[in-house]
Nanobody, 126 residues
Framework: VQLQASGGGLVQAGGSLRLSCAVSGIMSSGHAGGWFRQAPGKAREFVAGISWNGKVTLYADSVKGRFTVSRGNARNTVYLQMNSLKPEDTAVYYC????????????????????WGQGTQVTVSS
Protein backbone atom coordinates (compact mmCIF):
# COMPACT_ATOMS: atom_id res chain seq x y z
CA VAL A 1 0.00 0.00 0.00
CA GLN A 2 1.30 3.44 -0.89
CA LEU A 3 0.10 6.94 -0.06
CA GLN A 4 1.72 9.75 -2.00
CA ALA A 5 1.05 13.25 -0.69
CA SER A 6 1.78 16.40 -2.67
CA GLY A 7 0.85 20.07 -2.91
CA GLY A 8 2.55 21.65 0.07
CA GLY A 9 4.52 24.85 -0.13
CA LEU A 10 5.02 28.40 1.12
CA VAL A 11 2.08 30.79 1.07
CA GLN A 12 1.21 34.12 2.64
CA ALA A 13 -1.46 34.40 5.31
CA GLY A 14 -4.89 34.47 3.70
CA GLY A 15 -3.75 32.38 0.76
CA SER A 16 -4.75 28.91 -0.38
CA LEU A 17 -3.17 25.54 -1.05
CA ARG A 18 -4.55 22.22 -2.23
CA LEU A 19 -3.03 19.00 -0.97
CA SER A 20 -3.48 15.69 -2.79
CA CYS A 21 -3.02 12.14 -1.57
CA ALA A 22 -2.95 9.28 -4.06
CA VAL A 23 -3.77 5.93 -2.46
CA SER A 24 -2.80 2.67 -4.13
CA GLY A 25 -2.63 -0.99 -3.20
CA ILE A 26 -5.75 -1.36 -1.04
CA MET A 27 -7.47 -4.02 -3.10
CA SER A 28 -9.84 -5.98 -0.90
CA SER A 29 -11.83 -3.24 0.82
CA GLY A 30 -12.55 0.43 0.87
CA HIS A 31 -10.70 3.01 2.90
CA ALA A 32 -11.47 6.10 4.90
CA GLY A 33 -9.11 9.00 4.26
CA GLY A 34 -7.67 11.45 6.72
CA TRP A 35 -5.35 14.43 6.98
CA PHE A 36 -3.22 15.13 10.04
CA ARG A 37 -0.60 17.74 10.76
CA GLN A 38 2.38 18.03 13.05
CA ALA A 39 4.08 21.27 14.00
CA PRO A 40 7.57 21.28 15.57
CA GLY A 41 7.45 20.17 19.18
CA LYS A 42 3.78 19.22 19.01
CA ALA A 43 1.86 16.00 18.69
CA ARG A 44 0.32 14.93 15.40
CA GLU A 45 -3.25 16.20 15.26
CA PHE A 46 -6.34 15.38 13.24
CA VAL A 47 -7.28 17.96 10.62
CA ALA A 48 -9.98 16.41 8.44
CA GLY A 49 -11.35 13.06 7.36
CA ILE A 50 -13.67 11.60 4.75
CA SER A 51 -15.56 8.34 4.57
CA TRP A 52 -15.09 5.75 1.85
CA ASN A 53 -18.32 6.75 0.15
CA GLY A 54 -17.41 10.43 0.40
CA LYS A 55 -20.64 11.37 2.10
CA VAL A 56 -19.33 11.93 5.62
CA THR A 57 -16.64 14.48 6.46
CA LEU A 58 -15.24 15.59 9.80
CA TYR A 59 -13.04 18.57 10.66
CA ALA A 60 -11.04 19.85 13.56
CA ASP A 61 -12.61 22.96 15.05
CA SER A 62 -9.53 24.98 14.14
CA VAL A 63 -10.07 24.44 10.40
CA LYS A 64 -13.86 24.34 10.06
CA GLY A 65 -15.08 26.74 7.43
CA ARG A 66 -11.61 27.13 5.92
CA PHE A 67 -10.59 23.61 4.85
CA THR A 68 -12.49 21.15 2.68
CA VAL A 69 -11.71 17.45 2.31
CA SER A 70 -12.94 15.60 -0.77
CA ARG A 71 -12.38 12.55 -2.95
CA GLY A 72 -11.65 12.21 -6.61
CA ASN A 73 -14.13 10.43 -8.87
CA ALA A 74 -12.22 7.14 -8.66
CA ARG A 75 -12.11 7.47 -4.85
CA ASN A 76 -8.40 6.66 -4.72
CA THR A 77 -7.34 10.29 -4.32
CA VAL A 78 -8.13 12.42 -1.28
CA TYR A 79 -7.81 16.19 -1.44
CA LEU A 80 -7.52 18.89 1.20
CA GLN A 81 -8.39 22.37 -0.02
CA MET A 82 -7.03 24.90 2.44
CA ASN A 83 -8.26 28.48 2.24
CA SER A 84 -7.73 31.54 4.45
CA LEU A 85 -4.51 30.03 5.71
CA LYS A 86 -3.04 31.31 8.96
CA PRO A 87 0.53 31.15 10.30
CA GLU A 88 -0.68 28.66 12.91
CA ASP A 89 -1.52 26.25 10.08
CA THR A 90 2.20 25.83 9.45
CA ALA A 91 3.10 22.17 9.87
CA VAL A 92 3.98 18.97 8.07
CA TYR A 93 0.74 17.55 6.72
CA TYR A 94 0.26 13.79 6.50
CA CYS A 95 -2.42 11.84 4.69
CA UNK A 96 -3.60 8.53 6.08
CA UNK A 97 -5.91 5.67 5.14
CA UNK A 98 -7.86 3.16 7.18
CA UNK A 99 -9.03 -0.04 5.52
CA UNK A 100 -12.71 -0.40 6.20
CA UNK A 101 -15.87 -2.06 4.97
CA UNK A 102 -18.02 0.58 6.64
CA UNK A 103 -18.74 3.13 3.96
CA UNK A 104 -19.61 6.00 6.33
CA UNK A 105 -16.85 5.57 8.94
CA UNK A 106 -14.41 8.45 9.55
CA UNK A 107 -11.66 7.76 12.08
CA UNK A 108 -10.20 10.74 13.93
CA UNK A 109 -7.28 9.34 15.92
CA UNK A 110 -3.77 8.48 14.78
CA UNK A 111 -4.11 4.94 16.12
CA UNK A 112 -7.12 4.15 13.93
CA UNK A 113 -5.30 4.64 10.64
CA UNK A 114 -3.45 1.76 8.98
CA UNK A 115 -1.31 3.53 6.38
CA TRP A 116 0.48 6.87 6.18
CA GLY A 117 1.97 9.06 3.51
CA GLN A 118 5.38 10.69 3.74
CA GLY A 119 4.23 14.18 4.75
CA THR A 120 4.31 17.48 2.91
CA GLN A 121 5.42 20.80 4.40
CA VAL A 122 2.98 23.71 4.54
CA THR A 123 4.42 27.05 5.63
CA VAL A 124 2.23 30.12 6.05
CA SER A 125 4.02 33.43 6.43
CA SER A 126 2.51 36.39 8.25
Amino acid sequence: VQLQASGGGLVQAGGSLRLSCAVSGIMSSGHAGGWFRQAPGKAREFVAGISWNGKVTLYADSVKGRFTVSRGNARNTVYLQMNSLKPEDTAVYYCAAEETVVSVHVPVSVEQYDYWGQGTQVTVSS
